[in-house]
């Protein structure tokens, strides 16, 4: 197995002796991302590190391959560069530029969604480099929050080409697929175009539509189609169901709905449709120099929480320490349901270790955690406790006192609003929660997957 047939840079073959390995700064399934400065230089790269037994078991060759053809490809200010790649007997290196301020996803969840200057520049960025990555015959295909980095001057540098398609080549000698289509392969489920899941096919519009759900998220501070469940996600892409938020931007919503078209053909910025120039002229672009805009200064994030620090580098280190991310979610929709032993045990030891037993009837808790219960302008810190029964009990943490119960019943059904709200709508009453940690997602996740379990047909009825 051989990736390092020739380097994108000079001709100098580097060894892994010439770089000091630092921290990591990303994780995947088969590659692990460290910082690292070149000893010579001083120069800091990240380093994206390939175990070649690993690839070769997983099958993950192809991908590995794909990745570097089309970063050798690419020479854009919005993509990350490969620098250089070389290998020992058991990894393979690809040296990549550092992008030191991380994902996107991050400043969405730090600031819960963005003012509307802010998501109109980042958006705008990704259309410019869209059209850059469209004239070279490559569509993304997992295009996220989540591969959009961010560099010391806060200008996007989109990463993850693993799943990328290349459909033409550079000087066009190898057509494109009638309308540019192409076969096989699911993304990530909230960014998912409709055309991927009933057809297979991918088309350049396919990342227009994840661009329509990156600019929804920005705008929103979520994703416009959300489910505990994978398939619930899936249903309502198909379906193109979605809602805009109270106080979204009525020309943002208008860029949207033209974005999100379940017709791969329709949707603004496609050929079809005009491409590129169409889209950049839609009103929510009015005043963006695309040509330009590399060169200039992206206007300023404020974070919605204060910093906790004087160091500008610390007010986002503390993300993700127990937080939501995927890991989590798969955890938390995959756990099986307990058997009477260990429930037994659970209860148990509930009983002795948790003084919120005394308000559950005895019925295991499944997930517990400080909230803010709204009712108009005002807010209460309530312990919300949702257990076995199914319950929803929530309780007055300072005065140890029960307050109530959200009622269940099959007409019960959560929703996040963003990171930190979400809502338990009932026949007769919207609950308005709001997790202090900024984890609604996990709530509406855990509770969606209790609803499964008691009044979903999949799973065992009771
Ligand atoms: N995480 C994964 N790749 C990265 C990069 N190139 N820069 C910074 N963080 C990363």
């Avoid at 469209?134 to 560099?151: A, F, V, Y």
Wanted: one cysteine or more; aromatic letters at 12%.
């Amino acid at each position: 197995m051989s990736v390092d047939g020739g380097d994108s840079k000079k001709n100098v073959k580097k060894t892994p002796n010439d770089f000091i390995f630092g921290k990591v700064i990303g994780e995947g399934s088969y590659s692990t991302v460290y910082l690292a400065k070149e000893v010579d230089s001083s120069t800091e790269y990240a380093i994206k590190v390939l175990e070649k037994r690993h690839i070769m078991r997983e099958r993950k060759t192809q991908y590995v391959m794909r990745e570097k053809e089309v970063l050798m490809k690419l020479n854009h200010p919005f993509f990350i560069r490969l620098f250089y790649t070389f290998q020992d007997t058991d990894r393979l290196y690809f040296v990549l530029s550092y992008a030191r301020r991380g994902e996107l996803l991050d400043y969405i969840h730090r600031l819960s969604s963005f003012d509307e200057p802010c998501t109109k520049w980042y958006t705008a960025e990704i259309v410019a480099a869209l059209e850059y990555l469209h004239s070279k015959g490559i569509i993304h295909r997992d295009l996220k929050p989540e591969n959009i980095l961010l560099n010391d001057e806060m200008h996007i540098q989109i990463t993850d080409f693993g799943s990328a398609k290349i459909l033409k080549d550079v000087k066009g000698e190898e057509e494109a697929p009638v309308s540019g289509r192409t076969t096989s392969f699911v993304g990530t489920a909230q960014y998912v175009s409709p055309e991927i899941l009933t057809s297979k096919k991918a088309y350049y519009s396919s990342d227009l539509w994840a661009l329509g759900c990156i600019v929804y998220q920005l705008m929103s501070g979520l994703p416009p189609f959300r489910g505990g469940h994978e398939y619930q996600i899936f249903q309502k892409i198909t379906k193109l169901e979605y809602e805009f938020p109270d106080g979204f931007s009525v020309v943002a919503q208008d860029l949207v709905e033209k974005l999100l078209v379940l017709d791969p053909e329709q949707r603004l910025g496609c050929e079809e449709m005009g491409g590129f120039e169409k889209l950049k002229s839609h009103p929510f672009y009015e005043g963006i120099d695309f040509e330009h805009i590399h060169e200039q200064k992206p206007p300023p994030l404020i974070p919605f929480l204060p910093a906790t620090s004087t160091n500008p580098e610390n007010i986002w280190s503390n993300y993700r320490q127990p937080g939501f991310d995927d890991a989590r979610m798969v955890e938390i929709i995959t756990q099986t349901v307990i058997t009477d032993d260990e429930r037994k045990k659970r209860l148990d030891d509930q009983k002795q270790t948790n003084k919120y037993h005394k308000f559950v009837e005895n019925n295991l808790i499944l997930k517990q955690g400080f909230v803010d219960k709204r009712k108009g302008l005002f807010a209460r810190k309530r312990m919300l406790l949702l257990t076995e029964g199914p319950h929803l009990y929530y309780v007055d943490p300072v005065n140890q006192v029960l307050k109530g119960q959200i009622p269940w019943s099959e007409e019960l059904r959560p929703e996040a609003k963003n990171f930190k709200t979400f809502f338990v709508h009932t026949p007769n009453r919207t609950y308005y929660l709001e997790d202090r940690e900024s984890r609604s997602e996990e709530w509406v996740a855990k509770i969606s997957e209790v609803w499964q379990q008691y009044y979903g047909n999949r799973n065992n009825k009771k």
